[in-house]
């Protein structure tokens, strides 16, 4: 069993930044891929970042590159979302995951956080 604790979320003005934090336990991470998703009011949860536990290779959604950078480090088992340039479309609840695959991290992985909230004000 994998166990996901999100933090870091807030209020902030449009164009300001935050850092979400999501730290793991319960299972060897070395095999495993980890992202974020978001969901916004009265729409449906979507795929934002994911990172490659091993190696660290990095994936984004098109609406957030450039802006938003996910990491990870490993001796915390913790991953970090470091998001720049907000915009009010970005407000949403925001979800860690995990899953070792990478194709159903991005679509329905295995494992989820209980969620923290992201608004971004005008």
């Known amino acids: 069993q994998v166990q996901l604790v999100e933090s870091g979320g807030g209020l902030v003005q449009a164009g300001g930044s935050l850092r979400l934090s999501c730290a793991a336990s319960?299972?060897?991470?070395?095999?495993?891929?980890m992202g974020w998703f978001r969901q916004a009011p009265g729409k449906e949860r979507e795929f934002v970042a994911a990172?490659?536990?091993?190696?660290?290779?990095?994936y984004y959604a098109d609406s957030v590159k450039g802006r938003f950078t996910i990491s990870r480090v490993n001796a915390k088992i913790t991953m970090y979302l470091q998001m720049n340039s907000l915009k009010v479309e970005d407000t949403a609840v925001y979800y860690c995951?995990?899953?070792?695959?990478?194709?159903?991290?991005?679509?329905?992985?295995?494992?989820w956080g209980q969620g923290t909230q992201v608004t971004v004000s005008s």
């Open positions: 990172v490659s536990w091993i190696g660290g290779s990095t």
């Open positions: 995951a995990a899953d070792d695959s990478l194709t159903r991290l991005v679509r329905t992985p295995d494992y």
């Open positions: 319960g299972r060897t991470f070395s095999r495993y891929y």
